[in-house]
């Protein structure tokens, strides 16, 4: 048996709180134990039914005559033998285990506003035109109006009201990295784990870490200065949930509407950042080797979902041209009556040059060979030519370059080409297959479950279909147009029943 108070009862031992901040824990991790930011109540008396978060008022009741469950040194209860799982009371009055969670967690959550306080990580705040065209510092710091529309920065004023301060239509909000990559030194654990990758040995053939990647060994190729420092930081770039000037408690400014090309805007101060970072580093001190360095950056890619792709790539993701990495090069085509872009048999290009599948006039598009072999990808200065003569949307914010979508589908020339060393990754941007993943399956589920609405699979994917493909089985039938032949991939009756179940 645990003896939980300190000589003389003057308060609880240190071990004893550990191990209700440790039960807290990971009773807060328990979904079946949980019912929004409430946990079950550990006690005996309502037989752990009821739910309450660890700060109510209850946990501290004395009137509530409490016979409590004692936690394991795991935290977990249903692992412990019956009878170790006895209840029993606690000594020192009928709710001190709970008096003992709710005293933890007040003072967790003192801690945490004290330390989340002291942390004060920078948090910059840059004014941005309400249509995106252009940021309001260095140069335009004392603009009033934007200096591509004319459009004001501030909002106006209310009537004649003395105290009135000046209130700009759109803020950036910018966390600086620097502060925050020289945090990650600061303390011996995360400086450990920054490291982790000098120390790991990852097995021939497989691959664990970006680090074993083609793309990261041809950097540090490339740049052998800067691989030679091992502490210095690789950065991907994730733009998922982007929302540049959105502030959650402000209702008296319209969300604003994705950025789109303008995105470019708003990573400048990001740009700069990493300009430095690149050129001239950042001195850290290392508290695992405790001594200090000269920590450089560069960003090694972007991470996307195909929307953020689109924004922050600089060759558009929709319609027939809308791979960023063969861009008219494919054979994507608009269905006639779907009206949709269609990237049906665009692959077979790839296979070698005597496979069967290229010869097959049955099961791609109907009676068509192919012969054509894939070209390779481009490298980072081919791309750079060719939008090397397009302007970056800080020059030119609201107009597409001439030809955009009938020649090409080039939106701007990124600004991720200002990073000197962006020309030569072998990898800029990567998709987010989580995303990808969830849409496939929409797609895939809605249609074999025959979802109205939502299936892609509808009269005119049928019509569409006699025309390209060999599929009698999905014909429409002339003499009744109006019905659909069922396919083989839709599930019956019974089958959905039983995924639903
Ligand atoms: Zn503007």
Redesign the pocket.
């Known amino acids: 048996m645990y003896n939980k108070n300190l000589p003389g009862r003057v308060g609880l031992t240190p071990e004893f709180e550990d191990g209700v901040k440790t039960f807290i824990k990971w009773a807060k991790g328990q979904r079946r134990y949980i019912d929004g930011d409430k946990i079950r109540f550990p006690c005996r008396k309502f037989k752990n039914t009821k739910f309450g978060t660890p700060d109510e008022d209850y946990f501290e009741a004395p009137s509530v005559p409490q016979v409590l469950e004692e936690p394991t040194p795991t935290g977990h209860i249903e692992d412990v033998p019956a009878d170790a799982t006895r209840s029993r009371s606690v000594d020192g009055g009928p709710s001190s285990y709970c008096y003992g969670v709710a005293r933890t967690i007040m003072m967790i959550q003192g801690c945490t506003k004290k330390l989340v306080k002291d942390l004060g990580l920078p948090v910059e705040k840059i004014h941005a035109?309400?249509?995106?065209?252009?940021l309001y510092w260095k140069d335009y710091i004392d603009l009033e109006y934007?200096?591509?529309?004319g459009?004001t920065r501030y909002k106006p004023s209310r009537g004649r009201d003395p105290h009135w301060k000046k209130s700009p239509y759109a803020v950036l909000r910018y966390l600086p990295i620097t502060p925050r990559l020289q945090r990650l030194y600061s303390s011996r654990s995360p400086a450990e784990h920054m490291m982790w990758r000098v120390t790991h040995q990852t097995k021939e053939e497989s691959m664990c870490h970006p680090f074993d990647a083609k793309a990261w060994k041809h950097f540090d190729r490339m740049y052998l200065d800067f691989a030679e420092e091992s502490r210095n930081a690789r950065l991907g770039l994730c733009t998922d949930g982007f929302a540049p000037h959105v502030h959650v408690s402000d209702d008296v400014n319209p969300r604003p509407s994705n950025p789109k090309r303008l995105i470019d805007v708003y990573l400048e101060p990001l740009i700069e950042e990493l300009l430095q970072l690149w050129h001239v580093g950042v001195r850290v001190y290392d508290h695992a080797l405790d001594r200090a360095f000269i920590m450089r950056a560069a960003l090694m890619w972007t991470v996307n979902d195909l929307l953020t792709y689109r924004m922050v790539s600089e060759w558009s993701t929709a319609g027939v041209m809308g791979c960023p990495v063969y861009m008219d090069d494919t054979r994507a085509f608009h269905l006639q009556l779907g009206r949709k872009a269609c990237y049906f048999d665009c692959h077979r290009q790839f296979l070698l040059a005597h496979h069967s599948y290229r010869r097959n006039k049955k099961a791609f598009t109907k009676n068509r060979i192919e012969n054509k072999v894939a070209r390779p990808s481009l490298i980072g200065d081919q791309i750079l030519d060719r939008v090397v003569n397009i302007s970056p949307v800080i020059e030119m914010?609201l107009s597409l370059p001439d030809g955009y979508g009938s020649d090409h589908k080039w939106t701007k020339k990124s600004i991720f080409w200002d990073l000197p060393y962006w020309s030569t990754l072998l990898i800029r941007h990567n998709l987010d297959v989580m995303q990808i993943k969830k849409n496939v399956f929409d797609n895939v589920f809605n249609t074999v479950m025959g979802i109205k609405g939502k299936r892609k699979d509808n009269m005119n994917a049928r019509r569409d279909l006699k025309i390209i493909f060999n599929r009698s089985e999905l014909e429409l039938d002339e003499r009744r147009p109006n019905v659909m032949p069922k396919a083989e991939y839709m599930l019956g009756k019974e089958q959905k029943r039983r995924v639903c179940e």
Do not use: W
């Not at 035109?129 to 252009?134: L, M, V």
């Open positions: 035109c309400k249509n995106g065209c252009i934007c200096k591509f529309y459009d914010p």
